[in-house]
């Protein structure tokens, strides 16, 4: 994992983390988390 995909997982909030820990049965590849982050930095 790439050390710019790990800060941004550090940098989640703890409802994104419970979200995040929904969405992850879902996920296919590491693209699909990369896209997750990106919807999420939008949201804010």
């Known amino acids: 994992m790439e050390i710019s995909l ?3 997982l550090q ?3 703890i409802e994104q983390l419970e ?7 879902d ?3 590491v693209g ?3 896209n997750w982050l ?3 930095s939008q949201e804010l």
């Open 38 to 40: 990106d919807n999420q």
């Open 19 to 25: 979200s995040l820990g929904e969405s992850l049965l």
């Open 11 to 13: 940098r989640l909030s």
């Open 27 to 29: 996920f296919a590849e």
């Open 32 to 34: 699909d988390l990369i």
């Open 6 to 8: 790990i800060e941004r």
